[in-house]
């Protein structure tokens, strides 16, 4: 899928949560699975109504990864 296919998908309805991480700030983001295709929303929990960001499900295993094992590298 590209870039402009998955900001076609709606959000309605999709279920958001919080890493288990988070503190009671609500300084954090929220992260939702598209059912309909290997997609993962991203937003900012203060501001929901705000364009959620989309990246392919790979992408952010990809992220998860390196975060978990401490591996991201600046672009």
């Given at each position: 899928?590209?870039v402009?296919?998955m ?5 309605d309805?999709v279920?958001w949560r919080?890493s288990?991480y988070?503190a ?15 997609v993962?929303a ?11 960001a989309r990246?392919?499900?790979t992408?952010?295993?990809t992220?998860i990864?390196?975060a978990k094992?401490?591996?991201?590298r600046?672009?």
């Amino acid at each position: 899928m590209n870039v402009s296919g998955m900001y076609d998908i709606e959000l309605d309805g999709v279920a958001w949560r919080k890493s288990s991480y988070t503190a009671n700030n609500d300084q954090c983001v929220e992260i939702a699975d598209v059912p309909t295709c290997p997609v993962v929303a991203v937003r900012d929990s203060k501001n929901p109504h705000i364009p959620a960001a989309r990246v392919s499900g790979t992408a952010w295993g990809t992220f998860i990864q390196a975060a978990k094992y401490e591996t991201l590298r600046p672009a």
